[in-house]
C-alpha cells in the first residue's frame, strides 16, 4: 500500500516561531504538495514539487516556503507563524506523468494551531 | 484558471436511498478526475480515478463518470448507509509542462441517516 506520512497529527505553535512540517511518502513519486485546508475554503494548493529541488508556487504561498532535498521527503515551512495560518494541512503524492495522470495519494493531515 | 464547484454543498438522505454528487469544472483540458472521501478531521481517502479517456468507474456501490466536453463529473452512490457519511471531493489533474497539478472542489458534506 501506498503510505503517504505527515510527522504530526496535531501541533500547537506561538506566533512568531518557525515550524517544519514534515511529508514522507515511499512509492518513489515525483509530485508531492501541499495544501491547506479551511472551513468553507476547501483545498487551496500552497506549493508542489515535481522532483528533488525542483518546486513551484500554489495558489497561497505567501507566509510559506518548501524544501525538497530527497524524493520521498516533502517539507513545508512557516517562516514566523502567525494565527492567520492555523489550519489543517494536508500533503500529497503522485506519479508525474506527461500522458495520463496517475492517482493522487494523501496523508492523515496535520491540525496546527498557532496562538 | 482552472475552478472546481460541487453541488450540492450538503446533502441527508435516508439510508438505502441512491443518490448522486455533482462536480463541474471549467477547463476540459485535463488528464484525469479523481473523487475522495473525507472523514471529519482526517486526511482524504481515494475513492476512483477516471481518466481523461475514460467515460466511467465503478468500485463496488460507487459508480463515477466523466464528460470531459460539458466539463461534468457525477459520484453515484447505490444503496447508501450510515457509514457512507463523510464529505466528498472531486479534484481534477491538469496539464502544467512538467508537473501535474491537482484543483479541488469545496466538497459535498453528506449524511446517511440509519
Known amino acids: 500500500d501506498v503510505k503517504v506520512t505527515q510527522s504530526s497529527r496535531y501541533l500547537v505553535k506561538r506566533t512568531g516561531e518557525k515550524v517544519f512540517l514534515e511529508c514522507v511518502q515511499d512509492m518513489d513519486h515525483e509530485n508531492m504538495f501541499w495544501y491547506r485546508q479551511d472551513p468553507g475554503l476547501g483545498l487551496r494548493l500552497i506549493y508542489f514539487?515535481?522532483?528533488?529541488?525542483?518546486?513551484e508556487k500554489g495558489d497561497i504561498p505567501e507566509g510559506y516556503s518548501v524544501s525538497r532535498e530527497k524524493k520521498e521527503r516533502f517539507s513545508l515551512i512557516l517562516e514566523s507563524a502567525s494565527t492567520n495560518q492555523t489550519s489543517m494541512y494536508l500533503c500529497?503524492?503522485?506519479?508525474?506523468?506527461?500522458?495520463?495522470?496517475?492517482?493522487?495519494?494523501f496523508g492523515q493531515g496535520t491540525r496546527l494551531t498557532v496562538v | 484558471k482552472q475552478e472546481v464547484t460541487q453541488i450540492p454543498a450538503a446533502l441527508s438522505v435516508p439510508e438505502g436511498e441512491n443518490l448522486v454528487l455533482n462536480c463541474s469544472f471549467t477547463d476540459s483540458a485535463i488528464y484525469n478526475l479523481q473523487w475522495f472521501r473525507q472523514d471529519p478531521g482526517k486526511g482524504l481517502t481515494s475513492l476512483l480515478l477516471?481518466?481523461?479517456?475514460?467515460r466511467e468507474q465503478t468500485s463496488g456501490r460507487l459508480n463515477a463518470s466523466l464528460d470531459k466536453s460539458s466539463g461534468r463529473s457525477t459520484l453515484y452512490i447505490a444503496a447508501s448507509q450510515p457509514g457512507d457519511s463523510a464529505t466528498y471531493l472531486c479534484?481534477?489533474?491538469?496539464?502544467?509542462?512538467?508537473?501535474?497539478?491537482?484543483?479541488f472542489g469545496t466538497g459535498t458534506l453528506l449524511a446517511v441517516q440509519p
Open positions: 477516471i481518466q481523461s479517456s475514460q
Open positions: 514539487s515535481y522532483d528533488v529541488k525542483m518546486k
Open positions: 500529497a503524492s503522485s506519479l508525474r506523468t506527461y500522458s495520463g495522470g496517475t492517482e493522487a495519494f
Open positions: 479534484a481534477v489533474m491538469g496539464y502544467g509542462g512538467a508537473t501535474n497539478k491537482l484543483i
